[in-house]
């Protein structure tokens, strides 16, 4: 059971690894795994999903690169790089 839980990366739950169980040859009930994981400590990672958080589609002006990631300059105060960051709210993106 360690070992399946183990191999998942720690996100199989008790049904997963019931059927893992299972398909290897064992009569193991969900309710059977469940205990045993309770007893070792084991609780499944959940995985998060992505979210996107960019927006190509939009009728901003998008600024050219001029810098083409060269950002090494022989002048200071040549180049200023700075990053922008749309906030979404109500009326649109600030």
């Known amino acids: 059971m360690t070992l399946i839980y183990f191999e998942s990366k720690q996100r199989y739950g ?3 690894i019931t059927f893992e169980l299972q398909n290897l040859g064992y009569e193991i009930c969900r309710i059977t795994v469940t205990k045993y994981m ?3 400590g084991l ?6 999903k992505f979210k996107v958080t960019t927006n190509s589609n939009h009728s901003y002006l ?11 300059v022989k002048i200071p105060s040549k180049v ?4 922008i ?4 709210t109500k009326e649109g993106f600030v």
């Open 80 to 83: 200023w790089v700075l990053d």
């Open 14 to 16: 008790s049904p997963r």
């Open 85 to 88: 960051t749309y906030i979404q």
């Open 38 to 40: 309770k007893q070792l």
């Open 62 to 72: 998008v600024v050219e690169n001029i810098l083409n990631r060269e950002f090494v």
């Open 43 to 48: 609780r499944s990672k959940l995985s998060k």
